[in-house]
């Protein structure tokens, strides 16, 4: 009887034992598995330089992507070569890629050291001179006035604007404007008064920089001179082939040429009033005045290429032209 009565208490006592040592083995394994990942852990973070033979190897294939032409616009950043660097000095800007095409990006500014001390220079010329001649002039003179001075000075760059249609091929253009130069030199009274306008005669504006262009030359490197301002190597021979075109300086009396000079000046810096406050107010004023300056350019020239030109008014941000500086007329 006592065995009867103790073997459910035998059998009771094993199976508690048995549940009891099945939690315990379940508990081992989590245990020994977390053990394992906090090791590498500590090793990742303890051994930096361990792992230099791996980023070697993930290092190749960012190298050899590299090398695919479609991927070239990545490597711009990288130092020009000295082919380059040749083009560059030869035809005023960055070489062209590997496909054909022209390259894009940031604008095309090596000397960006030497044109940041002209523009620094020019600005302190601005604010001393230029501006508050501007700023006179405009609270002075009546407005119906300083029209009919920015209608003379425009009228007297028509000789400029046909000459260089003409090399572009436009001889359509070159007539329009020869027409409006007649009408306002004539009815407008040497062209203070714009009644080309009125008759829908379109009004336009080329250089021998959009000249050249148009043949070919259309990205050249920035480029700021002192005085001038904005220009590209391009443009800057066309202030040489704009030079014996310019009527202005055609006038030997110096005093009425240097007048004539110095009212042009002060009348296009009027025009350029309305945008200071966004120059004062750049984070950087340089690569505002270059980046703008540069898109315009390349504007003026495109649609120069697809047969779409501009009409209407003057563009207040237009280059200095060769005319309105005071320079001595070598050829006299």
Known sequence: MNVIRTLPLLVLALALSACAGKPARDSAPVSVEVAPAAAPAADVANTDAVPAEPVADTAAPATQASSDPAAAPVTGGTAPTNAEDDFAALYGGPAPTADGTEPTGAPYDPWEPFNRRVHSFNNVVDRAVARPLAVAYTNVVPRFARTG????????????TITNQLLQGRPDDAWDSLGRFLMNSTL??????????????????????????????????????????????????????DMPLSPIRTIEEDKIRIGLQGLQLVDMRSQLLAVDDMRDNAVDEYSLVRDAWLQRRNYQIENDLRGKHARGKDDPDAPIPVDAMPMPNWGN
């Open 149 to 160: 001075v920015s209608n003379f000075f425009s009228n007297l760059r028509a000789p400029v």
């Open 188 to 241: 407008g009274i040497g062209g203070l008064f714009d009644p080309a306008s009125k008759a829908m005669v379109p009004r336009r504006k080329e250089d021998f920089g959009q000249t050249l262009g148009t043949w070919g030359w259309r990205r050249s490197r920035y480029v700021e001179l002192p005085f001038f301002g904005p220009r590209t190597v391009r443009d800057v021979f066309g202030l040489a082939g």
